[in-house]
């Protein structure tokens, strides 16, 4: 099992920065990618940002440019740091793990950080 805990929402204006953090209760190195994923209210969760254990990085186009992801091997710990943030941002981000096993494939999520821009 890997747990995962995410920190650092909160309110924003636009334009502001964000730095949101997810601690995992393993060592990274055994997790094949790491990534953050966002949901607004009526929408379907979304890719943002992803990160291999070879430290290769994905963006998706809503934050190109904006947001950059990246890793603490030594904390086990993923960030996604934010920039230039927009109202459209806004939106419950989760982080995701997975690791494949032989026979499967395991997908871990943890419990969501909020993220609210507005003036």
């Known amino acids: 099992q890997v747990q995962l805990v995410e920190s650092g929402g909160g309110l924003v204006q636009p334009g502001g920065s964000l730095r949101l953090s997810c601690a995992a209760s393993?060592?990274?190195?055994?997790?094949?990618?790491m990534g953050w994923y966002r949901q607004a209210p009526g929408n379907q969760r979304a890719l943002v940002a992803t990160?291999?254990?070879?430290?290769?990085?994905n963006i998706a186009d809503s934050g190109r440019g904006r947001f950059t992801i990246s890793r603490d091997n030594a904390k086990n710990t993923v960030y996604l740091q934010m920039n230039s943030l927009k109202p459209e941002d806004t939106a419950v981000y989760y982080c995701?793990?997975?690791?494949?096993?032989?026979?499967?494939?395991?997908?871990?999520w943890g419990q969501g950080t909020q993220v609210t821009v507005s003036s």
């Open positions: 995701n793990a997975v690791r494949e096993r032989i026979n499967r494939r395991e997908n871990y």
């Open positions: 393993v060592s990274i190195f055994s997790i094949n990618a």
């Open positions: 990160i291999t254990s070879g430290g290769r990085t």
